[in-house]
T-cell receptor, first 115, second 113 residues
Framework: SQTIHQWPATLVQPVGSPLSLECTVE??????LYWYRQAAGRGLQLLFY??????ISSEVPQNLSASRPQDRQFILSSKKLLLSDSGFYLC??????????????FGNGTRLTVT | KQEVTQIPAALSVPEGENLVLNCSFT??????LQWFRQDPGKGLTSLLL?????REQTSGRLNASLDKSSGRSTLYIAASQPGDSATYLC????????????FGQGTTLQVKP
């Protein structure tokens, strides 16, 4: 069976500091990977998605970036955090696009507070 | 551009009631629609996925229906229990063949004992 791991669970960082959140998927190959952010009262916002190694699509302009150095590893980064980056960050995966009816599976999320 | 709306934003019912959560979407060219549950401070859990060729999907006390022509989906919860208290989100594929999902704002359900 497939599992998704996301860490850390909580993070408190000062403004201007760097960020690195990591997500890994086990038990499958070539998954589609996603980073979502959930801010209070704003719903779930898609930040980045990737259909393969080195392939990153950005949905929203921001000071965040994403990388996929390995097939089942997805990293969310920032060089300098802003207060507005605070939120609940969720990593998710699904099977490749040839299997259209594959559910989206989420990790447990990272609660980021920028102070 | 796909937009997903959920009504109501919040719902409080006594235990044992049957209830319906609503989801509407603007782009009916979807290949599926998904319903999720989110407990406070947790990630989302997939509940049901309805394929575009299906009209409904059932899992236990949950039944989800899909009407592409009207751009609507409903989640029916039978005999609600306090453990059903959570936020329920629906999601439809965004425009283009990317596999990304567009989420509604969710309906927060409270089932009172």
């Amino acid at each position: 069976s497939q599992t998704i791991h996301q860490w850390p669970a909580t993070l408190v960082q000062p403004v201007g500091s760097p960020l690195s959140l990591e997500c890994t998927v086990e038990g499958t190959s070539n998954p589609n990977l996603y980073w979502y952010r959930q801010a209070a009262g704003r719903g779930l916002q898609l930040l980045f998605y990737s259909v393969g190694i080195g392939q990153i699509s950005s949905e929203v302009p921001q000071n965040l970036s994403a990388s996929r150095p390995q097939d089942r590893q997805f990293i969310l980064s920032s060089k300098k955090l802003l207060l507005s980056d605070s939120g609940f960050y969720l990593c998710a995966w699904t099977f490749d696009l040839s299997t259209y009816n594959s559910p989206l599976h989420f990790g447990n999320g990272t609660r980021l507070t920028v102070t | 551009k796909q937009e997903v709306t959920q009504i109501p934003a919040a719902l409080s019912v006594p235990e044992g009631e049957n209830l319906v959560l609503n989801c509407s979407f603007t782009d009916s060219a979807i290949y599926n629609l998904q319903w999720f549950r989110q407990d406070p401070g947790k990630g989302l859990t997939s509940l049901l996925l309805i394929q575009s060729s299906q009209r409904e999907q059932t899992s236990g006390r949950l039944n989800a229906s899909l009407d592409k022509s009207s751009g609507r989906s409903t989640l029916y919860i039978a005999a609600s229990q306090p453990g059903d208290s959570a936020t329920y989100l629906c999601a439809a594929p965004g425009s283009g063949n990317t596999g990304k999902l567009i989420f509604g704002q969710g309906t927060t359900l409270q089932v009172k004992p």
